[in-house]
Structures are given as C-alpha cells and as structure tokens.
C-alpha cells in the first residue's frame, strides 16, 4: 500500500473553503481562519503590484473546495489564524500539493510539519524551473551566497540562498556552515547541536557538506554576517 501523505488532513467533517482574504489566510465555512502549516505565500517575494493577482491565483485554487480540515496542533496567532492541514473530500490532493506545484506557495518550514514539508520539495523545484507562480518574481530566486548586499536587503524576510560551503565550524553550543571566508561580511547558515543530530538522523551531516553546494532557506538575521538559522533538515538541501 502506499505511504500515507505526511500533508494530508485527518478523517473529520467536511467544510467549505469559503474565502481567501487580502493577506492570503484561509476562512473556512465553520468560521475557522488559518494558513497551511509550513507554507509562505511569497509576500517577502512578490511586489506589491503582483500581489493582488498572486492571491486572485489561489483563490481560483482553493475557493469553493470541499475539505476535511486539521489544525497542526498550533494555537491561533495574535490575528486569529491556525496551521491547517486541508484534503480534499474524494479526492488523494492537498491543498499543501495544490499550491506547491502550481509556484503559488514556497516551503518555509516552521517546525509545524516536518514531513510534509520535506515531500514537497520536489513539487516546488519543479515549479520553480518552470518560473510559475511566484517563481517568475525576480526576489523569489536562489540568491548566490556571495550577493552580500542582496542577502543583508532581505534581512528580516524570507529568503533562499544557495552556494558553495567552504568550510564547516564547530562549537560546543554552536556550528557554522561559512559559504565565505571573510566571517564578517560573508554568509553563514548557523544550527545549533541538538539541530545537528536531528539532520544526522535524515541523512545529513553537517561535517560532510564542506565543499558541496547547498541550498538554505530561513529568515535572514543580521548578526556579524548575515545568516540564517537551521533548525531542520527541511531547511537544508543538498544541490551537488
């Protein structure tokens, strides 16, 4: 039998995707407001002009579907939302899958499902190397590491950067994955030991990624360097 989907809702009452407001949240037909857990919708990506058009793309999407809902366990947020999980009623399709392969929606893991997540990377690299979506936005692109001023302009946003690890610094409460040698100026992807164990576990090594050609993504913090920090293996991909 196959797997069950990781981004799959559990059996419960069907419900209406009744709306998709201005800001992109989900109001369900029983009154529920939220997100799809571990999704972003590209804000930090898409200008202010294409964004009405974007959201007007998931709404023909989503509006009308019928659903089984899961709430992922969060509590709503200061604006009311939870992390849904969304099936369709008779159908294998997620929203997470739907909004993924159409470039309308980026993985932005927040820990809120893992799995998921990970099974929908290959769904969003195909959407990304067809520029839909989301994806035709030039900010919406694999920044290289060593765009230094592009990466510091995003700080506090969403980015993706990618580039070469030149070297790998460990710490007794901290590792740093350099993508540069001038620890000052040049980008640094940072993840803490018990973080280091979890990506052993999935297969990937900290030690090992110096000289391979990663692909990261996470806010961008501004501390000596501009950096952001892993805290699951979803954040982290290996490119060659």
Not at 7 to 29: F, M, N, W, Y
Not at 88 to 96: F, K, P, R, V, Y
Not at 156 to 176: D, N, Q
Request: net charge positive.
């Amino acid at each position: 039998a196959a797997a069950p989907d990781p981004c799959a809702a559990g059996h419960g009452p069907a419900v209406a995707i009744e709306a998709v407001t201005d800001a992109g949240d989900i109001r369900l037909s029983d009154g529920r407001l939220g997100r799809l857990a571990d999704l972003d919708l590209g804000r930090d990506a898409i200008s202010a002009g294409a964004w009405p058009g974007h959201v007007a793309a998931i709404r023909k999407a989503l509006v009308g579907l019928t659903v089984t809902a899961d709430e992922d366990g969060g509590f709503p947020d200061r604006w009311g939302r939870r992390p849904f999980r969304l099936s369709l009623a008779g159908d294998s399709e997620t929203a997470h899958r739907l909004l993924a392969a159409r470039g309308l929606a980026r993985i932005a893991p927040l820990g809120e499902q893992e799995a998921c997540a990970i099974s929908l990377l290959p769904l969003e690299a195909a959407a990304r190397a067809q520029k839909a979506g989301l994806w035709r936005e030039p900010a919406a692109r694999a920044l290289g590491a060593g765009e230094a001023p592009a990466i510091r302009a995003m700080a506090g946003r969403f980015a993706l950067v990618e580039g070469k690890v030149v070297s790998v610094g460990e710490r007794p409460r901290r590792i740093y994955l350099n993508f540069g040698r001038d620890f000052q100026r040049d980008f640094v992807a940072t993840l803490s030991p018990k973080t280091a164990r979890h990506l052993e576990k999935a297969g990937i090594s900290p030690s090992s990624l110096r000289g391979k050609t990663v692909r990261v993504r996470g806010v961008i913090v501004l501390r000596r360097a501009p950096a952001i920090e892993i805290t699951g293996p979803v954040q982290i991909e290996v490119v060659r």
